[in-house]
């Protein structure tokens, strides 16, 4: 089973980025293909998938909760790894997680090929499971997650994108190792897009 790749980028599409390593390339689907560049050095924390009928797959994070996160959504009844994947296109980990374990199905139901039935079955089936997932990683308790949903949402309400706002919260989340504060870390999400 491969479960870590890192490796030079020698191609980018839509959705796959292709990762050579020891001179064998490996093409991996992951969310937010944007945000490489060609010859850059990457570390994906990896899951191979089989498909019955398409054989392997391999998807591809760049943190160890994205994958985590990504196996907690494929575990649920009916979502597939692609739209698993589409759910991380749209939401970091911690506003996804957040939103399970405040059993938020109005927040779930906004998101792409996700309905309110859909949101209801996330929030049912995988709860318990998040929760689990929550107390793992200390940066996502005493209230941060609320933080950076409160963050996201702001940003949001100023017309940026899910993939913008994404991408600069993932950025600050790596940066970021204490409880963060609002304001802070809303300034820094502002100068960080002001800069794209």
């Not at 994070?61 to 692609?82: A, N």
């Not at 309905?115 to 793992?136: F, P, T």
Request: net charge positive; with cysteine.
């Amino acid at each position: 089973m491969i479960s870590l790749i890192s490796g030079s980028i020698i191609n980018i599409e839509s959705n796959t980025v292709t990762i050579v390593q020891s001179g064998v390339g490996y093409q991996c689907y992951t969310p937010q293909t944007n945000q490489y560049k060609k010859d850059q050095q990457i570390t994906f924390h990896t899951h191979m998938h089989w498909n019955q009928d398409q054989g392997p797959s391999l998807f591809g994070f760049q943190t160890q909760l994205e994958k985590q996160t990504f196996m907690l959504i494929i575990s649920c009844s009916g979502i597939g790894p692609k739209r698993g994947l589409s759910i991380l296109e749209q939401v970091t980990p911690n506003s996804f997680l957040q939103s399970v374990v405040e059993n938020d199905t109005k927040a779930l139901s906004n998101l792409n090929g996700i309905g309110i039935k859909k949101a209801e079955q996330l929030c049912l089936s995988l709860q318990s499971k998040a929760k689990k997932l929550v107390d793992k990683h200390p940066s996502l308790q005493n209230g941060s997650l609320g933080v950076w949903k409160d963050v996201e949402e702001t940003l949001s309400t100023l017309n940026y994108s899910p993939q913008e706002i994404k991408q600069v919260s993932s950025q600050l989340k790596k940066e970021t190792t204490s409880q963060p504060a609002f304001d802070l870390v809303l300034r820094k999400a502002l100068t960080l897009l002001a800069q794209r």
